[in-house]
């Protein structure tokens, strides 16, 4: 059966929902200025995944994949929470979602690293199951210390990089002491994001909540990254409603219940409300 893109009815499904989560991606984000990794616009597009998020390619240069990851922290500090973000942090206010949705738990799962939830004064937990662009990684195993620091440049040595990487003009040799240091051991840090081949964060909370969602809102992904695009068909099988909101087809279309075409920045207020 085609999916519903009826709002009333879907949030007729919303009120008798008991446990609400949402699975975010770039998408989320899009309107605030924030690109996208896929598609039209998207940074993988314009830029090699695998040099710049993976442990290989930081193992080759560091002084590239801190480039970029600078150019992305000032993108974030620049950027402010858009209209889907204060739907969703609105939604998670236990005393404003209460009147909407009795006696619910709503949980916001985000691939996204950017932390604009987290400004947008969304109620914790946030999953940021692919990590934070501000916290800075260890990488002395013995260390692995992880602190905050959106501090930018992170260091000297980084300053002014941001217009090199839009211009693909990177500079090669950063030294490896003019990077980012733990302020712990001393040793390199590096960015505290999920690369491929690596290990979200969370999958254990995540994956009980997964397991009791009877509505799972897929927000803003291509659906194209595991573990992140089984959770929708998960809920699916067991029994839940999937409700999709992005602005082009996505992979998860086909697990939806609800679809809900259009920027998200628009229909999430309109499906929350
Ligand atoms: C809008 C909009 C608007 C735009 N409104 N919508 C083969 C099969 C299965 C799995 C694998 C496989 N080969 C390898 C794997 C594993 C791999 C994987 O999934 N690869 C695939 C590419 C195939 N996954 C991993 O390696 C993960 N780890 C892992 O699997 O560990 C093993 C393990 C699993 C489970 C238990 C135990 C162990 C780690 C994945 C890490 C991903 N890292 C990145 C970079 C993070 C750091 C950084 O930001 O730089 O995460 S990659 C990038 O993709 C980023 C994103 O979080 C992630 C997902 O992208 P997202 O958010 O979906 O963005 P887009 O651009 O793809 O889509 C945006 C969408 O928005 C589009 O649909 C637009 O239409 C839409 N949109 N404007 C609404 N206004
Ligand atoms: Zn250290």
Not at 23 to 30: I, K, M, T, Y
Not at 148 to 173: H, Q, R, V, W, Y
Request: charged content about 20%.
């Amino acid at each position: 059966m085609a999916p519903s893109k009826d709002f009333d009815n879907f949030r007729t499904l919303l009120r008798s929902s008991k446990h609400i989560i949402a699975v975010a991606g770039a998408g989320l984000s899009a309107a605030s200025g924030i690109p996208t990794f896929r598609g039209t616009g998207g940074m993988w597009r314009k830029y090699d995944a695998f040099s710049l998020a993976t442990p290989e390619g930081f193992a080759q240069s560091p002084s590239l994949v801190w480039q970029f990851y600078h150019y992305r922290r000032q993108a974030a500090l620049a950027a402010q929470p858009n209209r889907a973000h204060l739907a969703l942090s609105f939604f998670s206010l236990p005393a404003a979602r209460n009147q909407i949705v009795p006696g619910s738990t709503f949980t916001l799962i985000t691939q996204n690293v950017d932390g604009l939830s987290a400004r947008s004064d969304q109620e914790p937990p946030i999953l940021e199951m692919h990590g934070r662009l501000f916290d800075l990684l260890c990488t002395n195993r013995k260390c692995k210390h992880v602190e905050f620091n959106a501090e930018s440049p992170i260091c000297e040595g980084l300053a002014g990089t941001e217009m090199l990487i839009e211009t693909k003009t990177t500079d090669p040799n950063i030294e490896l002491e003019d990077l980012p240091r733990c302020s712990k051991c001393g040793a390199l840090g590096r960015p505290g994001v999920v690369w491929f081949g690596e290990t979200p964060h969370h999958l254990d909370t995540i994956d009980g909540l997964v397991a009791q969602a009877d509505l799972c809102l897929v927000i803003g992904t291509s659906s194209k990254v595991y573990p992140a695009a089984s959770y929708a068909e998960e809920v699916k099988r067991h029994g839940g409603k999937v409700a999709v909101f992005n602005v082009e087809h996505s992979h998860g279309d086909s697990k939806a219940h609800y679809l809900f075409p259009g920027p998200c920045e628009e229909t999430l207020p309109k499906a929350l409300g």
